[in-house]
């Protein structure tokens, strides 16, 4: 009897090591290509996959691929994913546009966001390695990956999923397979698309996009010996015989025809392939995610139905996966020491702490943390802060690099109202003293000028105990406006300003600016008087004047058009002593932002102005709306009070980066100069503007139709083009 029951447990005994060792049997790997952003077909793979149960033990990605397939690893939902896809947090990452709340008040009508550059470090030319800024694709990885990195140990091994990550070692020139170590690091490396974005330069290595020499990797899943590979290729066939047309369609030619040889379906080695239609959209096209996901949805559903009667052939068991809260808030409050460093020899970082008011320690707080990379880059003396966190989990670092000594960068606007336009902005930041010098320049057919300012590191903390910081500055201006151009009734040939002025900003939080000017101006009319004969401008002489200015500014706009959130509400007010008689000008302005009915979002503003008739004429208030008023025909609204109400508003036509926007504005006016205006007064004077609108990664390029009740122009067209370097 006894005997029957060794014997008994002895056959349990094997049935179990059986089982389990047909368990472990059972590892299926995902492999994921690049694509760049077709790569966010792969988000919708993932919700396909989780939906019908289909077993993920390993993922192994190459560029967006990578950047998907270890998001997914680290424990971030497909939900999560979706929701990043559609608030274009996704785009924003890639893109290198922070938005709007990322950056401080006084940056957030900066033209200058691009990444093209040319500057002079260590006494050599240097120029930006890549067309796209990187600043948010480190904060962005680091933030959705450092918790899941500190419950792993650094092990790829022991992540949510599995996970392996290819990039392209180009002094090498071999694949590179990242298996531990930072998870932000690896996705960055991976995702380095040659002349998009920086390459990646680390312990002698050149890193690029995995796709240079491995565009799906499954050879690199075979090398981890899983049972059965399922390979994604979210990369449209390359189609050799296709003119390429387009800024898309050449990175579309370098991704397809360079980066890699041979399409994704010639790879081999895999037990199952499908790829997901792209539907024709390029690998910038991140506008697209939506659609791209929802591709991706549909293809992984097919490939799950055909799966799940392939696993149930093989005998491989489907799985819902665990849950991954351990890996989302493994560091969330926990206590850290907070180091900051930087490879410049010359590098003070208690200068940089005490401006920020950083403590020594810091409790893990993604937000927080955020926040503080924030406020470092609003300093503009750094071009990239690379976060990490040690191996023992005890101390986080912020490695910061800096700007060369001296960075120009530039922008293009090309209208058929105003001709060209060229903007330059030349900066010098002084990180040893914490300063920073910046020469601004823009010249064109109507209006131009300069500007040079300086003054210390722009700074603020927020929540910080003292609300308010003191940015002295130093700034002297010129400007000029040329109406005299052909095919235009001019109402004036030119004017010319100067402006020296000592300026302190008070900094009252991150979205609330005060600004105190004092200096003088100097106005020089040209031949205002002679230009038309309706045109009522009282004695003008070219002067030096003493000014005041005050300026108090709050925006609370989260998001621009078309997804329009927040306010904001300023007001200027200048005194100006002219004649040893003080003159005035007032400006108050208000604007709020929210969604409309039927897809539509909104921007209603209010703009009055109440000003001194005997001011210089370049500060006389001006009407902003619409296009046709504002540029075609060089026109300002003088008059003593001016009251402007606009609603600008946004629908998506097609896709995301394609919009048509309206603009309806109502003035009125009291005590008009010019003599033509005079029928409106009691009235007032509308104007709608409606214009179609696509928004690239370099610019925007905008055709609009503008009409107005103004005697004389009740009608006409322009078209514009903006490009940011």
């Given at each position: 009897m006894q005997n029957s029951k060794y014997l008994l447990r002895l056959i349990v005994g094997v049935i179990l090591i059986m089982i389990a060792q047909g368990s472990a049997q059972d590892k299926v790997a995902l492999v994921l290509s690049g694509g760049g952003a077709q790569g966010m077909a792969h988000i919708g793979v993932l919700k396909a996959f989780e939906e019908h149960n289909i077993p993920i033990d390993l993922i192994i990605g190459s560029s967006a691929g990578a950047l998907v397939g270890g998001l997914y690893a680290a424990g971030v939902t497909v939900a999560e994913m979706y929701a990043m896809v559609i608030d274009g947090t996704i785009e924003h990452l890639f893109i290198g546009r922070p938005k709007r709340s990322d950056l401080p008040i006084w940056k957030r009508d900066e033209l200058y966001l691009g990444n093209l550059s040319l500057g002079l470090q260590n006494h050599q030319m240097v120029s930006s390695a890549g067309l796209l800024d990187d600043k948010l694709i480190w904060k962005g990885l680091f933030l959705l990956t450092a918790s899941a990195d500190y419950e792993a140990g650094w092990d790829f091994d022991s992540l949510y999923v599995p996970f392996r990550s290819v990039a392209s070692d180009l002094r090498k020139q071999s694949p590179i397979v990242f298996s531990s170590g930072p998870l932000a690091n690896a996705l960055r490396s991976s995702m380095s698309i040659p002349m998009i974005y920086s390459p990646i330069q680390q312990n002698g290595q050149v890193l690029v996009d995995g796709g240079v020499y491995v565009k799906l990797p499954v050879e690199i899943a075979l090398s981890e010996e899983p049972d059965f590979i399922i390979a994604v290729s979210a990369e449209d066939a390359p189609d050799y015989g296709t003119e390429v047309k387009g800024l898309g369609g050449m990175f579309d030619a370098l991704n397809s025809r360079i980066l890699a040889s041979g399409d994704s379906s010639d790879v081999r080695g895999w037990d199952y392939f499908f790829r997901v239609p792209t539907g024709g959209h390029h690998v910038l096209d991140f506008p697209a995610g939506e659609a791209l996901m929802e591709a991706g949805y549909l293809a992984g559903s097919k490939a799950a139905e055909d799966l799940l009667k392939i696993f149930e052939q093989r005998g491989i068991e489907t799985r819902s996966m665990p849950n991954r809260d351990a890996f989302r808030n493994a560091l969330e409050g926990k206590m850290l020491a907070f180091i900051l460093e930087s490879e410049d020899a010359d590098f003070n970082p208690e200068m940089i702490r005490g401006k920020l008011k950083l403590a020594d320690s810091l409790r893990f707080n993604r937000q927080e943390l955020g926040d503080i990379i924030n406020d470092i880059y609003a300093t503009e003396i750094y071009k990239v802060v690379i976060p990490s966190i040690d191996q023992m989990g005890n101390a986080i670092t912020l490695t910061l690099q800096e700007e060369p000594d001296i960075r120009t960068r530039g922008r293009i606007e090309i209208s058929?109202?105003?001709?060209?336009?060229?903007?330059?902005?030349?900066?010098?930041?002084?990180?040893?003293?914490?300063?920073?010098?910046?020469?601004?320049?823009?010249?064109?057919?109507?209006?131009?000028?300069?500007?040079?300012?300086?003054?210390?590191?722009?700074?603020?903390?927020?929540?910080?105990?003292?609300?308010?910081?003191?940015?002295?500055?130093?700034?002297?201006?010129?400007?000029?406006?040329?109406?005299?151009?052909?095919?235009?009734?001019?109402?004036?040939?030119?004017i010319l300003s100067h402006e020296l002025s000592i300026h302190s900003a008070s900094i009252g939080g991150w979205n609330r600016q005060m600004l105190l000017y004092g200096g003088v101006r100097r106005d020089d009319p040209g031949q205002i008087r002679s230009a038309r004969s309706d045109f009522d401008f009282p004695e003008q002489l070219a002067q030096t004047m003493p000014f005041i200015r005050l300026v108090y500014k709050e925006d609370h706009i989260k998001r621009d058009l078309p997804n329009v959130e927040g306010w904001k509400i300023g007001f200027q007010s200048d005194w100006i002593w002219q004649d040893e008689i003080v003159a005035n000008q007032h400006h108050f302005w208000t604007t709020k932002g929210s969604h409309l009915a039927f897809g539509w979002s909104g921007m209603f503003r209010m703009d009055f102005y109440s000003g001194d008739r005997s001011l210089p004429i370049s500060m006389m208030g001006q009407l902003s709306n619409p296009e046709a008023l504002d540029e075609k025909y060089y026109m300002y609204m003088w008059a003593e009070r001016v009251l402007n109400l606009s609603l600008e508003t946004s629908h998506v036509l097609v896709r995301d980066d394609l919009r048509v926007e309206l603009k309806l504005s109502h003035s009125r006016f009291q005590d008009p100069v010019w003599r033509g205006l005079d029928q409106y007064e009691d009235n007032g004077l509308s104007a709608l503007d409606i214009s179609i609108n696509l928004f690239t990664i370099v610019g925007k390029l905008s055709v609009g139709w503008s009409f107005s009740e103004l005697e004389g122009y009740k009608g006409t067209s322009w078209t514009q083009i903006g490009i940011t370097l």
């Open positions: 058929s109202t105003s001709g060209l336009t060229l903007y330059t902005r030349t900066d010098m930041p002084m990180s040893r003293f914490g300063g920073l010098v910046q020469f601004d320049l823009d010249f064109g057919n109507v209006s131009g000028g300069g500007q040079l300012a300086i003054y210390p590191v722009s700074y603020h903390r927020t929540g910080a105990r003292i609300p308010f910081s003191i940015r002295p500055a130093i700034e002297a201006r010129i400007s000029y406006h040329n109406y005299d151009l052909p095919a235009t009734v001019p109402l004036a040939d030119r």
